[in-house]
Structure formats: C-alpha cells, structure tokens
C-alpha cells in the first residue's frame, strides 16, 4: 500500500526540529532512519500531516566513552553500533544483539533513538537499555531531562516521550570486568521480530552472581526485568539447578499474551528454554 | 497539503533533479520517474527485500526510504551495477547454478550478495544465509544461491 500524502521538512539543528513539532503537535512526527514508521505509514495505521525528518541534525549522532560512561547519540545506526570497536568493548550485550536486529539493509538506516521511541516490545534494544540499567536523555522545550530506562517504557508502545520531545541520547555504564553477558532470541526467520527473547547481564563475585539483569522481550506490553528469576541466581553460583530455579520462577515473572505466531504458553516455554541457553553459556564463559 | 519538494541525487552515477511528493518511496521514485523497473515492489513493508537498492554505498529497503531522503546521496541500482560490470560474475555464477528461476527476488539478492562479499570476502554457508536472511525467495529454496554466493566468493579469492 502507499501512505496518506504528509508534508515533509527536513530542520538544520535540534532546535529547529523541536520548534516544528511544538507547531505541528500530534500532527507530526519526528523520521530519523524510519523503518518501523514508513512500514506503518505504508500500511495506513499512521497517518502524519508533517514528518520532521531528523535525519540532517549531525549533533544526534556518534558513541562516545568517557569516565566510564557510554553515550550514544540518538541517530545512531544499528550498523555503527555493529562496526563499533567501542561496543564491543564496552558494551558487548548490545554487541551481541545488533546482529539479530532486522536484516543487513534495515540495519544500514534504523536508529537506537527511533528504535527506543518506538518501544516495540518485540525489540532488542529496548531490552538491551533495560538490562544496562540505562538512562534514556531526552530534549523538549523546556530543555533536556533523563529517564531511567526502567521508567521510561511504559507498556505496548507506550513511552515516557511528552508530545513535544525527542530522544537525543542513551547513557549507560561501561560494563566492568566483573559483568557477564549473554543474548539470545527465537524467531521464525532470522532477523524477524522474536517470539520470545532475553537480554541478561549479570554481575559476578568469583563464582556467586552478585547482581543479575534478566531482560525478556516479546513476551510482554514492554521489555521485562525478570525480578524473581534474577532472584533465584543473586548469591548463587550458576550451576544447573540454580538455572533451571530461574527458569522455573518465569511463572512468575511474566505473563504473555498471545500473538499471531505463538501462544502465551508457548512463549513462556521459550523464555525458559532461553533462560537455560543463555545461563548455561554465561556459566561456560565465567572464570 | 502534500507540497512537492526538489531533489537532486546521483542515480548510477547520472545527476537527476525532479519534484517528488514527500510521500514517494525510493522504488516507487527509481521505477516510476526514472523508469529503472530493475528494483521489484514486494510486501512495500521491509520484509521481502526486492527492493533492495544502494544508498551512499550500502544497501537499503527502497520501499522504508522515502524519495525526499534520497536527497543529496549517491544511488545504485541493479541497473547501475549491470552496466558497471561490479556483479557480473555474481549474475553469471546466479545463472550457472540456476540460482534464478522467475527472476522477482533477483536483484535485491544480488545487491545483498555483492554488500555481504565487500564485508566479508569469506562467508561460510550459515553466514550467507544469514546475510540474505533479508530477502524472500520463493522459488529456488535458496540452496542454490547460497551455491552461486559461494562460488563467486572463492572464485574471487582465487582470482
């Protein structure tokens, strides 16, 4: 299908563009690699007088480290995130990850901030900020403010974005050398939206896991931080009783819906079997 | 409401300028402006891959990419890359190993296929598949492309 006819701007610099959507409000909307939105607009379920399209504001871009913070600008591609050196140092569960987001040429033009606004629950950057316990940095009329990322998704597209704000940034923490990571989905093809994935970053005391972030996606309204399960590992080492106690405490944790590709026990079985696949393989990797 | 607006980009490496309303996507604009029909409208949501075009070097959905954004960049398509000679033994090895059959899926297969040979001049069959993971086929089931890929990355490491 062909979209609804929209106009089209294209501002210079972040103020600009924060100037057009105050104009236009709920009219507009802000374009920056536009893959999940001209699929929607394509399809008609939304149907923008004005896209601002973002895409020229140079100072959204780029990943910077510094003092142990890892800063990504809002216009950042998923294959910069890919070529990075950086994230694969300092960030390697989104290293992990990029390469199961989309497909080659969706990766050379979607963005972490359009990604993040967009808040699909099936996505894995959204999990990923989530498991780094980032922050996401967000600017509006009245200047810029930062959400935890665990405020900021909200439920099924839903996010903590007022009407007339823009992700500019996402910050985290540089994982020190005490953090373990692992990522993994189950989708029908690869590069598919997930049936059921997870995000897991755990903090290691020797053998013990200190600390435990499990991030499931696609199997909720919005990423979900698996409190019980994380609970079972804290103070643990990561032997398979330990894991399968995680798995099992998922009943918990989650509760998915159904979807056009699997039922909610369907997807509970998945993130159990991830649980296990992505634990055991963390345990295999710890000193 | 739906201004046209001008723009100008190189397309296989002519200089075009023409009036595009902002809601034309890029394969609509290549086939329908500039008569380049090589690049296929599939699913027009990023799911088939048949419109798989170059985008300042590196391959893109035409059908998520909207014209107005094409502003200023330098395109490619299947088109540009024939007359180039840049993937004529991807397209000799394709029709060798009958790698095509109704020809739809194509040129965004061979345009993904010269993208992941840049990056990586040594695939092994599971990393193929992965790279082209993004493009439908329905007819070959796809061993025998991922035979034509193959052949032509060994054949250029030996060449």
Redesign the interface.
């Known amino acids: 299908?062909?979209?609804?006819?929209?106009?089209?701007a294209?501002p210079a610099d972040l103020a600009e563009a924060l100037r057009l959507k105050a104009d236009h409000g709920d009219d507009g909307t802000f374009?920056a690699g536009?893959?999940s939105l001209?699929?929607t607009?394509?399809?008609r379920l939304s149907s923008p007088?004005i896209?601002i399209?973002i895409?020229g504001v140079a100072e959204l871009s780029g990943i910077e480290v510094s003092d142990g913070q890892v800063r990504i600008g809002a216009l950042t591609r998923h294959?910069d995130l890919e070529d990075s050196a950086q994230i694969q140092t300092h960030a390697p569960l989104i290293a992990e990850a990029i390469?199961q987001v989309?497909?080659?040429?969706?990766r050379?033009?979607g963005t972490i901030g359009g990604s993040i606004a967009f808040a699909d629950p099936a996505a894995e950057l959204p999990a990923c900020i989530l498991a780094l316990d980032g922050a996401i940095e967000i600017a509006g009329a009245d200047g810029r403010r930062k959400v935890a990322a665990g405020d900021f998704f909200k439920g099924l597209y839903e996010t903590d974005l007022g009407a007339g704000e823009m992700i500019t940034a996402v910050e985290f923490a540089a994982d020190s050398d005490d953090w373990r990571t692992g990522f993994d989905e189950l989708a029908r093809?690869?590069?598919d939206y997930a049936m059921a994935g997870l995000a897991a970053r755990l903090r290691m005391d020797g053998e013990a896991v200190a600390e435990a972030r499990l991030v499931y996606f696609a199997v909720g309204d919005k990423p979900m931080l698996a409190a019980g399960a994380g609970g079972e590992l804290t103070g643990n080492s990561l032997s398979p009783e330990t894991i399968e106690a995680a798995a099992a405490s998922l009943d918990n944790d989650l509760e998915p819906f159904d979807d056009l590709h699997s039922s909610a026990a369907m997807k509970l079985h998945l993130a159990r079997e991830l649980t296990r696949r992505v634990l055991t393989q963390i345990a295999g990797g710890a000193p | 409401?739906?201004?046209r607006?001008t723009i100008t980009a190189q397309v296989n490496g002519e200089k075009v300028t023409r009036d595009v309303?902002?809601?034309q996507?890029l394969v609509?604009f290549l086939r329908e402006e500039l008569e380049l029909t090589g690049s296929h409208v599939g699913c027009?949501?990023?799911v088939c891959?048949a419109c798989?075009v170059r985008?300042n070097g590196?391959?893109?959905?035409g059908?998520?990419?909207?014209a107005?954004?094409a502003d200023g960049t330098e395109v490619e398509t299947v088109e540009g890359l024939s007359e180039s000679g840049e993937i004529a033994d991807l397209q000799d090895a394709f029709l060798r190993l009958n790698a095509i059959q109704c020809g739809f899926c194509s040129p965004g297969m061979l345009i993904?296929a010269a993208?992941?040979l840049d990056r990586n001049p040594a695939p092994d069959r599971t990393q193929i598949?992965?790279?082209i993971?993004?493009?439908y086929c329905r007819c070959t089931g796809y061993q025998t492309i991922v035979d034509a890929i193959e052949t032509v990355a060994k054949e250029r490491r030996d060449s």
């Open positions: 299908m062909k979209p609804s006819p929209f106009a089209y294209k374009i536009g893959q001209v699929a607009l394509n399809m007088e896209l399209d895409g294959r390469t989309a497909h080659p040429a969706i050379n033009r093809r690869h590069g | 409401m739906s201004n607006i309303e902002p809601r996507s609509d027009e949501h990023g891959g798989t985008l590196e391959i893109v959905r059908c998520l990419t909207l107005v954004q993904t993208e992941l598949r992965e790279f993971a993004g493009n």
